[in-house]
T-cell receptor, first 110, second 114 residues
């Protein structure tokens, strides 16, 4: 399983763009990169998933360079409600045993 | 749709007791998972199942057992509860096809062993 490394915490202000980078040097050919968001006392919630280049949805964008050894989750114009822990996961489509690291604790201030 | 439903939401056990954490999903997902999350930590995979009748160990399986007799249900059994099993337990499900898929999580079961 590919190990991931991401910052322990980040601080931002409302309205700013937040970029959280995840390192996954041992990513395998079949692995997809998935980001989850978790609020206190809730289960993680899927945000976005990608394999290469760029993926965008209504919540975030995911940038993946050609070597796929890292990825960046971009949250445009964050609000207080974006305060949460964000997890980067790298998974094998065959075995599907995803590993959650400690995540990045994002604190958005007014 | 209810999604992934876990019961109970809270439970206190005495050391040595046993209990079953229930998980059911109504999305016809073939993959199901059990995770535990200790305070301030990430999730650790306990067991997972790729379909009815098939289960496999995750990262921290000791002290737990699972079964998957139907597509919908994936109960987690704790035998001889120990204080180290105090945690929040999350069940998740996903449908695998060509991607790693999005795992859908329940709201968790908060378990304290005293």
């Amino acid at each position: 399983l590919a190990k991931t490394t991401q910052p322990i915490s980040m601080d931002s202000y409302e309205g700013q763009e937040v970029n959280i980078t995840c390192s996954h040097n041992n990513i395998a050919t079949n692995d997809y990169i998935t980001w989850y968001q978790q609020f206190p006392s809730q289960g993680p919630r899927f945000i976005i998933q990608g394999y290469k280049t760029k993926v965008t949805n209504e919540v975030a964008s995911l940038f993946i360079p050609a070597d796929r050894k890292s990825s960046t989750l971009s949250l445009p114009r964050v609000s207080l409600s974006d305060t949460a822990v964000y997890y980067c996961l790298v998974g094998d489509t065959g075995r599907r045993a995803l590993t959650f690291g400690s995540g990045t604790r994002l604190q958005v201030q007014p | 749709n209810a999604g992934v439903t876990q019961t109970p939401k809270f439970r206190i056990l005495k050391i040595g007791q046993s209990m079953t954490l229930q998980c059911t999903q109504d999305m016809n997902h073939n993959y199901m998972y059990w995770y535990r999350q200790d305070p301030g930590m990430g999730l650790k995979l306990i067991y997972y199942s790729v379909g009815a009748g098939i289960t496999d160990k995750g990262e921290v399986p000791n002290g737990y057992n699972v079964s998957r007799s139907t597509t919908e249900d994936f109960p987690l059994r704790l035998e001889l509860a120990a204080p180290s099993q105090t945690s929040v337990y999350f069940c998740a499900s996903s449908y695998s096809k060509d991607t790693a898929g999005a795992q859908h999580f329940g709201d968790g079961t908060r378990l304290s062993i005293l």
